[in-house]
């Protein structure tokens, strides 16, 4: 227990130290970046700063898994460096042991970590995007050819979605049992609230009367337009959802008979995120312990990004190659886990143990 304490204090300065350097920078470009958008619509400083603030939690889950792995190639790399590692095997403690032993504080430590974070950053990002998308007056969400919907028997194309539940340029084809075209509604705007929406200037048209008829309000009341929650499926992005959001998405698109791949691809990758973070520490171990062991701290970290933005942009293009292909949501998301999980064991058959003889 005495080294497992004393393997985790080591760990955890340096992920803390690595965390606070990744997070300013990250900050500090995101205040930059938005900058240039000063005194556009209500954007002033004020709110720049009110956004950059509620950004940081998110900030800090994303550079969580790089200050992990930098964080590891500065303080164990230093134990490394200093012979403290080959102590401990004159000790009777093997490599593997210590290695199994780092590993597993860091999956749990990340488990701890995203299991808190899954509650915090949504929450936040989600109060961050809005502030800034209602100073710019800015869409939540645009498409050359409108937003298509499938909600029960109605197909809804909506032109424009804003913040604080606006949206704009509506169409809403309604069906029969039959799949037959029963009206065609055209809704200048409409508004969520109190549980129920708001429709501007409507024009019914009713093609399954004889005549054809038409009617017209300036306004009227419904809550059978769209599902709120399938609206927050288009424009929320994924880190602005926990898992019980993506859960009740996926069930609602379930029932609704609509794919739900891409949500439960969202699903997996938060389940997996702290075998993901773990994974990308083992392929950089045997360079702590290996040939590299006496390596200085800035090709340790040079290493370590490299690593780490090697996973990343794997991570990133295969389980989206998957959705294309029609694989399982849970293959696309394991499957580069398991690319890189057998290139650490590579790396650590060959690069570990010769650099240990």
Do not use: C
């Amino acid at each position: 227990m005495i080294l497992f304490f004393y393997l985790l204090n080591r760990f955890l300065l340096g992920l803390m130290i690595s965390l606070v350097v990744l997070v300013s920078i990250e900050v500090f470009f995101s205040f930059t970046a938005e900058l240039k958008y000063l005194d556009v619509g209500n954007y002033d400083f004020i709110t720049i700063v009110k956004y950059i603030i509620l950004s940081i939690p998110r900030s800090i889950e994303l550079m969580f898994p790089y200050a992990v792995l930098i964080g590891a190639l500065l303080s164990l790399g230093a134990m490394a460096a200093d012979m403290e590692f080959v102590a401990m095997q004159a000790s009777g403690i093997s490599v593997k042991k210590i290695l199994v032993t780092v590993l597993s504080q860091v999956f749990i430590v990340s488990s701890v970590f995203y299991i808190i974070t899954d509650s915090i950053v949504p929450k936040y990002s989600s109060k961050a995007e809005k502030k800034r998308n209602i100073a710019l007056n800015k869409q939540a969400m645009y498409q050359k050819n409108g937003v298509w919907f499938k909600n029960k028997s109605s197909f809804i194309k909506i032109q424009e979605i804003y913040p604080q539940e606006i949206i704009k340029g509506i169409t809403v084809y309604e069906y029969d049992s039959n799949n037959k075209i029963n009206s065609v509604s055209y809704i200048s705007s409409a508004k969520y609230s109190n549980n129920q929406w708001e429709l501007f200037d409507v024009l019914k048209i009713n093609l399954s009367s004889i005549p054809i008829s038409k009617l017209r309000y300036d306004k009227i009341y419904t809550k059978d337009l769209i599902d709120i929650d399938l609206l927050s499926i288009k424009t929320n992005k994924s880190y602005s959802l926990s898992l019980s959001d993506i859960s009740r998405n996926i069930d609602y698109l379930e029932t609704n008979d609509l794919d739900t791949s891409i949500q439960e691809k969202i699903f997996w990758e938060k389940i997996l995120k702290p075998l993901s973070t773990t994974i990308m520490l083992f392929l950089a171990m045997p360079f702590i312990f290996g040939k590299m062991r006496n390596t200085n701290a800035s090709k340790r970290i040079v290493i370590g990004l490299f690593i780490g933005i090697s996973f990343f942009i794997i991570s990133s293009i295969l389980p989206n190659m998957g959705i294309i292909i029609g694989l399982n949501p849970l293959i696309n998301a394991l499957f580069p886990l398991l690319i890189f999980s057998s290139l650490g064991v590579y790396l650590y058959n060959y690069q570990l143990e010769s650099g240990l003889r």
